[in-house]
């Protein structure tokens, strides 16, 4: 019988070797913030052998999702809507039951202090996205697996679409009564700072700072496509990327500390300067 802390999870997801990359930090970031729990990545085909065997060895579990399982006949609806893919593979990590309550994070997320206490939290829970913050961003969240909520979500998706095109506003409909219903659901923001935020409120940044425990950079430019000097050890923010460059730094120093040693030399020199 698993011990209580071998049923709960942090769960990411990557669909290519560049997000894995972003997996590997996250999973780095985690044990060195010293959890107790299990941690578990999604892949799909476009993730290489090799990335797969670098994540096996931060990741208990590398979990195998097939986006084009015919078996399903709710899959097999959603071949007919690509756009929904992407999407459609998130909602994977419902199906892992073998956790009683699990964290799903992002794969450019970066954990800075431990977040074991997150699991005494319930399905839905996750922060307010900065944007619009009656909608939570769906870059961190806790949830329940089960394969009866994976369904509802699926068929809601099929019935509903997405009012953005991704998770975010699917689960935003789905889980509608979050913005309203239970306090205790709302995280607060330091579980999900996103790295741009500070330029529309720079005080509050520099006054909460330290309190700060995950870090997610979203948009288009991610950690990884930022250039990064071996020499010097210095990451140069792209000018248009908005991320904050000390978190920026952190991420590389992760990398190349925990992930860059034994990571394919061809990877590394299309990343670095
Ligand atoms: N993702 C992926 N491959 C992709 C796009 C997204 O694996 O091509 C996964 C990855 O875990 C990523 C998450 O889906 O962190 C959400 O996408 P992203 O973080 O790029 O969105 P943002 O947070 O910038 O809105
Ligand atoms: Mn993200």
Request: proline share 5%; glycine share 6%.
């Amino acid at each position: 019988m698993a011990s209580q802390e071998e049923r709960e999870a942090f769960v990411t997801l990557a669909t290519n070797d560049t997000y894995s990359l972003g997996c590997l930090v996250l999973g780095s970031s985690l044990r060195r913030a010293g959890t107790t729990r299990q941690l578990a990545v999604m892949v799909t085909p476009g993730v290489s052998q090799s990335l797969r065997d670098q994540l096996s060895r931060v990741f208990n579990l590398v979990y195998d999702v097939d986006l084009l399982d015919s078996q399903d006949p709710t899959n097999l609806q959603l071949l007919g809507r690509p756009d929904l893919n992407v999407t459609f593979t998130k909602f994977h990590c419902w199906r892992l039951t073998q956790y009683d309550k699990a964290v799903f994070l992002d794969a450019d997320t970066l954990v800075l202090q431990n977040v074991d206490e997150l699991f005494n939290r319930e399905e839905l829970s996750a922060a307010p996205d900065a944007g619009w913050p009656d909608c939570f961003n769906s870059g961190v969240f806790v949830f329940k697996p089960s394969e009866q909520t994976y369904n509802a979500i699926l068929q809601f998706a099929l019935d509903q679409g997405s009012f953005d095109g991704g998770d975010q506003g699917l689960l935003n409909m789905f889980f509608r009564q979050w913005a309203t219903e239970d306090i205790s659901r709302h995280l607060p923001f330091i579980y999900n700072v996103v790295s741009q935020a500070f330029y529309s409120y720079l005080p509050a940044f520099k006054q909460f700072k330290n309190n700060v425990k995950i870090v997610h950079f979203i948009g288009a430019t991610k950690p990884w496509h930022q250039p990064f000097n071996t020499s010097s050890g210095e990451v140069t923010p792209l000018p248009d990327s908005g991320h904050n460059a000390e978190f920026l730094q952190l991420w590389w120093t992760i990398f190349m500390e925990d992930v860059q040693q034994t990571l394919d030399p061809n990877l590394m020199s299309m990343l670095t300067t």
